[in-house]
């Protein structure tokens, strides 16, 4: 029996020998990991760490905390996926992402990527990858959001080139609110969003189900529909060279 060397790589892991992927999601989040796991693709996987936060009601006047309570707890979630030796992260809190506009995100990905060591995407950066994959320029977005988290978004996504023609915040009441809208309300806020000039449907907002309803929507609607989770995961794999392309889950993972 030889020894192994002690500078020699450690064996892959059993299921994740091609890409462990982190997600740091809220607490009260339970829509990022089912959405991610329908597009794990063998030899991938996904591991969630949570930031601790309440299930308290949001209101416009409050909704400044609810961001700043998920902002400090970042840091400590991401250092919890990390003992599990993922290679990349994705950030699975939407709003983050896009809060400051383009500054405000880079700076986030650059402080998250040096903390934890390896790759970041942002959720508002998989969206502009996946519009951009599309050639869209004009778009219509649905968020679970209140007003103030609504203009973060619209701004961000202007920054990045994009028009946006229209927007519908949902104003859900709390965070565990958001996982409790139905995909019968999501895809007729969808339809209602479209038009002939918007060039892609945009749906934000991590514990928003939309993944399902988008990819159906697609095929009625004729034009991209991009879901958050869906997007992101999509991004981790293609950063990593994984090109494996999953059918039945909206085209940015069937044609790109």
């Known amino acids: 029996m030889t020894d192994t060397p002690p500078d020699a790589p450690p064996p892959p892991d059993a ?3 091609r890409q462990k992927i982190g997600v740091v999601v809220p607490s009260t989040n339970t829509i990022v990991q ?7 693709v063998t030899g991938v996987t996904f591991h969630i760490g949570r930031i601790p936060i309440s299930n308290k009601k949001i209101s416009t006047d409050n909704f400044l905390d609810h961001v700043a309570a998920m902002r400090a707890g970042i840091e400590t979630a991401t250092d919890q996926v990390m003992t599990a030796g993922v290679d990349s992260l994705i950030m699975g809190v939407a709003l ?13 990905k650059a402080k998250l990527s040096a903390h934890a060591g390896v790759p970041v995407i942002l959720g508002s950066d998989a969206v502009a990858a996946g519009l951009r994959a599309f050639g869209a320029k004009r778009i219509a977005v649905l968020t679970p959001h209140m ?7 619209r701004n961000w996504l202007t920054e990045a080139g994009f028009e ?11 965070p565990r609110a958001i996982a409790q809208v139905p995909e019968a309300r999501i895809r007729a806020e969808l339809q209602a969003l479209d038009a002939p000039e918007v060039d892609a449907l945009v749906q934000v907002g991590t514990n928003l189900a939309g993944a399902a309803v988008c990819a159906e929507a697609e095929r009625w609607l004729g034009k991209p529909a991009i879901a958050i989770n869906t997007v992101s995961a999509w991004a981790a794999m293609r950063q990593a060279g994984i090109a494996d392309r999953v059918r039945g889950r909206g085209r940015i993972l069937e044609d790109h």
């Open 15 to 17: 299921l994740g020998d």
């Open 34 to 40: 089912p959405e991610t796991d329908a597009v794990r």
């Open 96 to 108: 983050e992402a896009f809060w400051g506009g383009l500054a405000g995100s880079e700076d986030l």
């Open 147 to 153: 007003p103030k988290g609504d203009e973060q978004v």
């Open 164 to 174: 946006v023609t229209a927007l519908k915040g949902l104003e859900c009441a709390s």
